[in-house]
């Protein structure tokens, strides 16, 4: 039972430290979620299945992270504000190798 240190850096600009829990299988949207993060009803719409992009978020760390999968790949090919670090957070799993992960969450699209 291990927790990471995250960094997330809100809609606001306003930087969190965050402990993530390894052992319950969460990913970073619902991390997101469970401290309140983002206004309730804008992140993880399609409650985590890579068909929004309202999770979508900008790795600002050198954090290894799992490769991409077809569908986050096709998800953010069609999404707003995407950049060259864009990552749909529902599709990253919280790791221990994640330690230290820090992000940015993308603009809410209207």
């Known amino acids: 039972m291990t927790d990471i240190k995250i960094k997330i850096i809100d809609r606001e600009g306003v930087l969190h430290e ?10 970073l949207m619902e991390v997101v979620r469970s401290y309140e993060l983002a206004p309730e009803g804008t992140i993880g719409i399609c409650g985590g299945m890579a068909m929004c992009a309202s999770c979508q978020c900008y790795v600002v760390s050198d954090t290894e ?22 990552r749909l957070g529902c599709q990253l799993h919280i790791t221990e190798e994640m330690d230290g992960l820090e992000v940015e969450l993308a603009p809410e699209e209207l």
């Open 65 to 86: 992270l799992p490769e991409m999968s077809d569908d986050e790949e096709a998800m953010l090919s069609e999404a707003f504000n995407v950049k060259d670090n864009s």
């Open 18 to 27: 965050i402990d993530a829990p390894t052992d319950m299988n969460m990913n």
